[in-house]
């Protein structure tokens, strides 16, 4: 039984057999002729895998920077991470977690079908750790065997489907039209930068894609040969106070210090390219397949996608929405050592994929004052929600690692607090009452499309 739900596992969380499978069915379901449905299958399946090479070559450039950061300014506390704070959860709610996770891809696609919110979501790493986190929190609530699955696996379902609808507004300003989704469980705090970026936006707002370059710097224009030369600087800037007989002793194997920074920072950069190009190679597969889904299986069903897929429209946004996300982790972390609370250090993954969406979609409502100060607020959220979220996950709360993005961390409260305070009725209540106003939502707007689709009558 273990080794059939590690499968399931293994299959669910993987964002390339996921989504190529979804683009199959599309395919299928449109009854596209064998080579057209082998060809959109296998670029989709191929596209991913270059996301998530590209994603893997980040975080492997990433590491030894939070490494170096941390040596040279002396800091130390809890990093938020969800690969890491996982993979010490699923030693003990595996099984749970892989029930929850088939459960919540159910619930999201029975709520797209009969409700207004018709979101798929398909970052199938994401749904692993928020299935994770719920396994954790309903336990310690005190659901145990099949309560657990089922109300674990409702609670994920909703939040897959609200996730990428609380953003979807954002996100078509920033892709142009409604085809694609948001799928990655950092959406509130995606959805702040966007309000954040209406708010601050001015008369002679300017795009970051159009920030004037002199004529002898127009090759920054380049957004790789920009991301190199920046963070080639960065980097250098860190070693430097981290110093030589660190680096060289326990990160770079024996190498020039500076040497592995100008690496490491390039590796940066060929991950962004990378990532850039596994994008393009998927919007152009998944969007035309997903229609088979939406005509016939759940009609007019969006693919809620990963975090990349909107990098491609705003580089420029991403630079900057990364810097100013860690500067508002650095911002936290100074008024945490001054309030004298738990020290949630400024993890630099983190930062970097939810920082780079805040600011392209805060680019998106308000131009370069909305890409720096959304993502910035999006770094102060980041590393405030996992302060709050630590007292509910039980005895992982004590664990020097925890779920890092603003969904995570805003589920997890309410859902803990919930437990504390009003229990195992409480929860299945406020799941009821959430999914409740969701078909009411939907109820109320198909009336009124009914309304304003009836036949004119004239006035006697």
């Known amino acids: ?127 692993l750790y928020m299935a994770c986190m719920l396994a954790v929190i309903f336990t310690v609530a005190g659901f145990t065997s099949f309560s657990l699955i089922v109300t674990a696996g409702l609670a994920l379902g909703i939040i897959m489907t609200l996730s990428p609808a609380i953003i979807q507004p954002f996100v078509c300003q920033v892709t142009g039209n409604n085809n694609v989704a948001l799928g990655h469980f950092s959406g509130i705090g995606y959805a702040a930068s966007g309000l954040i970026g ?36 960065i980097y250098l800037i860190v070693a430097i ?38 994008v393009r190679l998927v919007l152009a597969e998944i969007v035309p397949a997903f229609k088979g889904i939406s005509q016939r299986i759940v009609p007019n069903a969006k693919p809620a996608l990963d975090v990349p897929i909107i990098y491609t429209y705003a580089p420029n946004a991403v630079l900057i929405g990364f810097f100013a996300s860690f500067a508002g982790g650095l911002f936290s972390l100074l008024m945490m050592s001054l309030i004298g609370t ?23 409502t308000g131009g370069v004052r909305g890409s720096i100060t959304g993502s910035f607020i999006n770094g102060i959220i980041i590393s405030f929600l996992p302060l709050f979220l630590l007292p509910v996950l039980g005895d992982l709360g004590f664990a020097n690692s925890t779920f890092s993005d603003t969904d995570f961390g805003v589920a997890g409260i309410f859902f803990g607090t919930l437990a504390n305070y009003v229990g195992q009725t409480g929860i299945v209540i406020s799941l009821i009452a959430i999914l409740g106003a969701m078909f009411a939502l939907s109820f109320k707007r198909t009336k009124k499309i009914q309304a304003n689709n009836e036949p004119f009558k004239e006035a006697k």
């Open 198 to 233: 209406k708010l601050v936006k001015g008369k002679n707002s300017r795009s970051t894609e159009n920030i004037p370059f002199p004529k002898g710097l127009g090759f920054l224009r380049d957004s790789t040969v920009s991301i190199a030369l920046t963070m080639t600087m």
């Open 342 to 364: 738990v020290m949630i250090l400024p993890g630099v993954v983190p930062h970097f994929f939810t920082g780079a969406a805040a600011g392209v979609i805060g680019n998106a």
């Open 241 to 278: 106070f981290a110093g030589p007989t660190y680096i060289e002793a326990d990160l770079s194997n024996g190498t020039n210090y500076l040497v592995f920074s100008l690496i490491q920072a390039g590796t940066f950069a060929a991950g962004v390219f990378v990532i850039l190009s596994g």
């Open 1 to 127: 039984m273990n080794g059939f739900l590690n499968v399931i596992v293994d299959i669910l969380s993987q964002p390339a057999i996921l989504v190529a499978m979804i683009a199959l069915i599309g395919l299928l379901a449109q009854r596209k002729n064998i080579p057209d449905t082998l060809k959109g299958t296998t670029k989709t399946f191929v596209g991913f895998l270059v996301i998530s090479a590209g994603a893997g070559i980040l975080q492997g450039a990433l590491a030894p920077f939070g490494e170096m950061f941390q040596q040279a300014f002396n800091v130390s506390g809890v990093v938020p991470n969800n690969e890491a704070i996982v993979a010490l959860a699923l030693n003990e709610y595996g099984s749970s977690t892989a029930l929850i996770m088939f459960f919540g891809m159910v619930f999201n696609v029975l709520i797209a079908r009969f409700t207004r919110f018709k979101y798929i979501f398909l970052t199938g790493h994401h749904t």
